[in-house]
Each structure stands twice: as structure tokens, then as C-alpha cells.
């Protein structure tokens, strides 16, 4: 995106593109990778995005509605949002500053945000339920 | 000019100060000193936030002779603080690193301040307020020592703890009081007793007394500024993360962890925000506090164009730029105290705290 | 005494020589003398304050001797480190039998009293001489008062820490039921700082152990106001921003009112009746078959 050390990452995996934030971001920051990963939703016709903030120790209005609002555009576009990694003392801070992820699916990990995304795209991921 | 008061703290019915009608005059005051210096307006925002935070604790006739006690004070904070701002200073952040050796002395001097202090108080109330202060359950069984009642004991308690803190302050300034009302007045202030301010007419005693002047800072306010203190200046988006930061940082300093930190850094977030979108630039000063208890204290001020309605600004959902609307009611639920000063055209002060010690908070 | 008489005699003589650098050698002097006889009436009016009661006779006097040769030694130097390492020795070995501060600070201040009634005795004729006596002598003996309480709560205060680390602990348990599943049960009364330390426990154990599916069992919460109310509600909130669902068991009729009091959503809760159903509804949401195939699972 930037010069100097990427701050965030964006990975494809198929269909799904795995997006990781590595750093604290500011708010232009933010938008830039907002940007960048509804474009890159474009490019790739990706079905599902997941994207682990678990590097991010704070999360406050501005971070909470540009992950919903990344969240809601991949939505019109056809592809399913999976937000990975909040961390406990995050989560619980964000609940308090009346911040929540709407109707946006939130995981525990990586791991567990890919098998929802199979489970709700429709594909087997090890055959949990029938 | 509005104020807006978290309901945590039990507001004064109807008491609500009007600051506002300091300003001008307060702005005098500045003015004679520093002229058109480029600090000046927040020399004046300063001195009302001291004061607002005095508030509670001094009778309303004496606001004003407290303000320009507080003015002169804060003045010449700044004035010692200059230099050694400009030699630390690299662009926003100012970690103040402490001195050990100082701090050294710093803490022998306070050590034998208060030995000097008890020294002073009558051995009743020594011996009382070792007993209890201590160990904090003692009060009832003190009550039955004596024959008195839990609450005469917790009475007497507070007033020695009054006056310990007037005899430790003369005892760190190494004087004593020039005047025969010196001690009554700086008493009243210290235990935040109206009745008795305006019985012994402090507020008059405050414009003529130079050493109750300085000494009634740190009876009323914050106490003397310290290097605890960081100072964030804030214009742009990375300020944001740059102020946060500095709060977690300190706030580890004084022994903060988990949710309280994330809380905390989150709030500063969201005060810092309102100071980029509102005001273009201002400053987030965060500094350990460790009286009554031990905590964090924020204050951020602009000097933008101002909030008209501070009551709806802290209402969940309120919004004057695109999207935002839970920054200062969001910021207040994360912190333990929340105050807001706003004065349309001239800018904005939030004040909050966050208590280490939580007992009796949510 | 032979003691005293030798005093009388000689009062006039030790005023004229005594500078005030002579009062203190002189005071300790008579201390070091009567030491016995002082440490028991000092030991005496111990019990008769009915302090320190928690030790035995022999203890009590083994004490008392070492608090009563520190004191006097500290008169005799003028420093305290010693008397502090004792009192944060003997602070130690008392604490656990449940000796208060105010024992504490007592028995400091009956010698100190003890004491001053001696030199009082021993000087009463030389009303001079007496005053400057004492005024050597307070400063100090209320300085070791000082430094005894000072020891003493600082001890008492690292062992109460130590225990409420530890009262902690235990009072608020996340168990691993079985892989991914959380319990947290809820037991005695709910206030809002012990809230905290739950949902601060529960969110991080839903990290480290993978939790998706999280019962909390609010069965022994005999009640619940508002302030906790809300936090059980944010702490809901904040597991599933972590992924996991949240299952509330045991919501007694006046809980469910005050939930609904403070706008909570009862229908956005999952809450089941008991902790047997909440556990079954877990495995359902984990995807494990029901174990006991014995229940019908219709619908």
C-alpha cells in the first residue's frame, strides 16, 4: 500500500481473501484500507473476507464502523464478512463505548473464521453438523 | 457556555457555578502578565478547569478570589515548566523522564514533612488517626475506646486529616503562616468546609495572603503539577494514535492492566478524534493523579469553535460530522469521571478520570 | 529502692549537670534498671486491655521482653531500622493468628504510657527537670509508635493482597467443561467489581481455551441490581464479539425482571431454565449429538 513496512496485508485463499492488520491504524489509514480491500473484493470476485484486527489493542468508534462498513459493501458485492481476533480486553472496551459488529460475524481466530465461512458458503469443512 | 456532569458524582443541586463570567476577567489577568502571548487562551482554560474541579469544595463567594489564586499559580507553573519543556520536547510527545536523583530528594523532604506534620497534631489526634487510618475498620472499635460514636470518630478523623495536610504543605515550604488567619482560612479550604470559608472570610484572605494563595492549589486542585504528566499535541489523524499510546503508557506506569487499560487508551481515542474533526488542533494532557485515589486523569481542550449543546453532544447517537456519534457519551462510559466544558467560539475541555483503585465504581 | 533514694538525694545535682544530649542516656539508664519490673506491669496492663489475646503466656512475654529491648534501644540510638525489622518479623508471625492493627498500636502506646508514668514517678519532684525529660522522651516514643504501626500495617496489608489474590482465584471459577465449552458459574452475591473480574476472566478463558459455546449459571446469584444486570449483559456481548454464544442458566423470575427493567432484549439472551439444559443446548450448538439418546429430541 504504503512505503516502509506494510501495515496491513491482504492474502487470497481461493475464493476468500484473508485480510491482516498489523499495526495501529490511524483513521486516514483506516479508509486507505478500506479502499483497498473493497477494491481488491472487486478484482477477485471473492465470496468470503476475513479480516484479523487480533494486532489491534484498541478499537474505538472510528476502527468499529469502518470494519461494518467494509463489512456491509463486501455484502452488496456477494461476499460474507468475518471479523477475526478481537481481543478480550478490546471486546470488552468496545461493549462498552456502545460499539457492537451489527449483524457482521466475529470469530475467535483465523482458524475458526475460515471454517464459518465454509460452513456458510456452503462447503464441507470436516463434517461438523448434517 | 454549558456544563455537563456525569450523574456518578453527585452533582450540586442548583449549585452549578457559573465559570463562564470568570472568563473575561480571567483573560485580564492573563493578559497583564503575558500580553498577547500565544499561551494565553489556554493559560485561561487552564485556570477554569482548576477551578471547575475546585468547585465542590469551595463556597461560591470565594470563586472568584480562588480563580485568580489559581490564574497567578498556573501562570507561574508555566513559566517553570517552560525550560524544561524546551530542552525535552521532540514534536508531539513528552515523556518527561523523571530524575531519580531528585526524585530522591524529593521523597526524603515529603518523608520528613509529614514526620513534622504529625509531629504538630495533639497526641489524640495522632494516635487516633494511626490507629485508624491504617487499618481503615478500626473506627467503631476507636468510638468504643473512647466513648463516643463511630461517626464523632469519623468526624475528628476528617478534620485531623485536614489538618495534617495544611501542616505537611507549611511543613514542605519550610514556614510559617505570617498571619493569625492564615491557619483558620487554609483549615477551611483544606476540609472543603464552606460554612467555615465564608465565616473566616477566605476568599478576601486568598487575594491578599501570597503563601495561602500558592498553598491553596494543592488543598483545592490537583495538587503541584508533576512529571507524571504527558502532554500530546493534537492536529492530525496520527495524533490520535500517538495520544492513545501515551495513555497506555503511563497508565501501565502506574500499575494499570487489562480492560481498565484498553479502556482507557479507547477513551483517549475518542476525545482526541473530536479535537481533529472539531477543532483541527488542541492538546490531550494525560497525568497519573495518586489523590483521592490513585488514577489516570485526561484532559483534552481545543480552542475550536465549540459545542452548543453540550447536554445532546452526550447523547448516544448525536452527530455532527458523518457517522460519529458515540465518541463523548462512548468515552464517558469507559471512564469513571467525565466533565465538559464548552463555550461556543472559543473551544471545548472534556476532563476524565479512571480510578485504579475501583472499589465502589462499576 | 535504694534507687530512688540515691535520686532524691541527687536530683539538684543531675539538673545542674544535665544538658538536654545527657537527658536521653539518662532516661535510658533507668529503663535498662527497672527493666523487669516495668515489662510486667507493662505486660499486666496488656492483659487488662484485654489485647493480644491470641497468643500464649509464653509468648506474650517473649515478646513483650524483645518489643520492650528494642524500644528502649531505640531510645538509646536514635535509630529505628532495628525496631522496623522486628516489628515487620514479629507483624508476620502475629498476623496469621488474627491480631489486629489496634492490638498493635495499643500495646505500643500502654508502654509508651507505662513509661512516661515511671519517668513521671522517678522525676515528680523536679518539676524542671521532669518537663525536659519528657520532652525528650515523646518525640521519640512517638516515633516508634509510628514506626511499629507503619510496619505492622504494611505487613498486614502485603498478607491481605496475597489473600484476596487468592480469594479471587477460587471465587471465580471458568471451568472447561469439555473442548470449547466454558462454564462460569455464578455463586454468592454479585458486586460490581467482582462482575468485573468475572467477565474479565470469562473473556480471556474464552481465548485460551478456544471457548464457542460459554454457559453462564446464575443459579447461586441469590440477587442482581442494575449495575450488575448491565454488565452480565455487556459481558454477553463482549464474548460474542470474541465468537462464542453465550447460554444463561438458572435466571430466577426477579433477575429476568430487572434484565427487562434495564431494556435488556430477553429474547436476543439465550437463557435456559436449568444447567442441565443449557449444557445440552451447548453441545447442540457445538454440534455434538446429544449424548443421552434417551431424550426425545423432537420439535
Redesign the interface.
Known sequence: MNSGPALVSILRQGDTLVASVHT??????MVRFQNDLVSRIGEHRARGVIIDVAAL??????AS?TLRSIADIARLRGAVTVI?G????????????????GDVP????LE?GLAYLARVNGRAAGG??G | MSTARVPDEPAQPGGAVDVAALIPMLRRIVAARVGEHPAAEDLVQETLVRVLEAEDRIEPGMIEPYAIATARNVMATMWRRKDSESRNRHRALDPSVPDEAEDVVVASEEQSAINEALRRLTDREREVLLAHEISGQATRSLAEDSGSTAGAVAAQLKRTRARLRVEYLLALEHTEPPTDECRPVLLALSSADRRRQREVDAGRHLLECDLCAKLSQPLLGRGPLRDNEIHVAISA??D??AA??AA?ELAIRAGFS??D???L??AV??VA?NI?RFARSGEVTIELVDGPRAGIHVVARDTGPGIDDVEVALK?GFSTYD?????L???R??MDEFNIVSEPGHGTTVTMTKWFDKKGTA | MSQDDETQESSEQVEASSSGDQLLPQLVAHLREHRAKLRDEWASRIRDAHLLEAMTPQEMSAETTSVYDNYVEVLETGSVEALQHYARDLSERIIPRGVETHEVVGIVLLLRDVLARSLFEKYQRDFGLLNRILDAYEPAANRIANTVAVSFVDERERVIRQQQDAIRELSTPVLPVRERLLILPIIGVLDGERARQL??QL??G??TH???VVVIDITGAPEVDETVANHLV?TV????????SVIITGLSPTIAQTLVTIGVDLSKMNTIGDLQGGLEEAERLL?FTVTRKAVTDGS
Open positions: 495501529a491504524l490511524d483513521d486516514s489509514e489493542d484498541v478499537i474505538d468508534s472510528f464502523r477475526v478481537i481481543q478480550p480486553e478490546v471486546a470488552f472496551s468496545m461493549v462498552r463505548l456502545g460499539m457492537d459488529m466475529t470469530s475467535l481466530d475458526e461438523r453438523r | 489523524d496520527p490520535i494514535v492513545r499510546q497506555r487489562g480492560a487499560l484498553t479502556m487508551a479507547t481515542s475518542e478524534r481533529v448516544d457517522g460519529l456519534g458515540l465518541g457519551p462512548g468515552a462510559r469507559l | 467477565t474479565e473473556l480471556s474464552i481465548r478456544r471457548a464457542k455487556q456481548d463482549a464474548s460474542r464479539l470474541m465468537g462464542a454440534g
